[in-house]
C-alpha cells in the first residue's frame, strides 16, 4: 500500500498544489484543514480524504494525523505564531516523517 501524507493548510493555494502533484503520482494523501470550505477545496484537489485540525489546538492534532507516515507543514502565510504552530506539528508527528517550511 502507498505511504499516506497527510498535507497542513490543504485548501489553500500551495497545499492544493502539494495535493494535485501527490494525486498525479499516486500517492495517497489526507488533507489537513480548518473548515468544510477546506476540506472541499482539499478533495477537488487530490486529497483522498480529509481531517479538520486547528492548528493552534494542540488537542487537535493526534486525531487528525493518525495513521500518516508523513506530513508536510507549511506555515500559514503570515502567521504571527508561525514557529508556536511548527512546534505543534513537531511534537504532535513523532511516528511519522515530518517536512515543516515556512514562506520566506
Known sequence: MTP????????GQTG???LAELSRR???????????????CATEAGA???????????SCWAPAIEGLDTLV?????????EE???A??????PG?????ANRP
Do not use: K
Open 48 to 58: 483522498d480524504e480529509t481531517a479538520l485540525l486547528q492548528l493552534a489546538d494542540q
Open 4 to 11: 499516506l501524507v497527510g498535507v497542513v493548510c490543504a485548501g
Open 26 to 40: 499516486g500517492i495517497r494523501a489526507r488533507g489537513l484543514v480548518h473548515s468544510t470550505r477546506s476540506a472541499q
Open 84 to 86: 508556536r504552530l511548527a
Open 96 to 100: 511519522c516523517r515530518t517536512t515543516c
Open 88 to 93: 505543534n506539528a513537531l511534537v504532535a508527528s
Open 73 to 81: 507543514f507549511l506555515a500559514p502565510p503570515f502567521a504571527a505564531e
Open 16 to 18: 492544493r498544489a502539494i
